[in-house]
């Protein structure tokens, strides 16, 4: 899979992402994540594939996302099984709005937080 390829599950709208997120490729996700999250509260997206790296330029996507959606009371959620991608996201990651679970079930179990005003 070299594509990023959205889907929906209870409502919420899904991007699970190839094994690698990169400059060939981010473009794509951050086209894909500003459609849905105009539609919708929750967005997750789905690294479960990663298995190389995802690059700075990725990052800043999901951080803009991310940033875009709490300002209208929604929220990003990334979910990765890897435990070295959870820990060098989190690390990489600017701030403290982007979520990040260690399965695409806990992301979409999750409630909604609502918003300090």
């Known amino acids: 899979m070299t594509h990023i390829w959205t889907w929906t599950r209870n409502g919420t709208p899904v991007l699970t992402t190839p094994e690698g997120v990169d400059i060939a490729n981010d473009r794509e996700l951050r086209e894909k994540l500003l459609s849905v999250s105009d539609w919708n509260p929750v967005v997750v997206v789905d690294g479960s594939t990663f298995r190389t790296f995802f690059s700075v330029g990725a990052m800043r996507v999901l951080d803009e996302a991310s940033r875009r959606m709490a300002a ?7 979910a990765t099984t890897r435990p070295n991608m959870r820990r060098d996201l989190g690390i990489a990651r600017y701030g ?3 979520q990040i679970f ?3 079930d806990d992301a979409l179990d999750v409630t909604l937080q609502p918003q300090a005003a």
């Not at 209208?72 to 990334?78: D, P, S, W």
Request: avoid cysteine; charged fraction near 25%; glycine fraction near 16%.
């Open 72 to 78: 209208v009371g929604g929220e990003l959620r990334l």
């Open 96 to 98: 403290s709005l982007l």
């Open 102 to 104: 260690e399965s695409l």
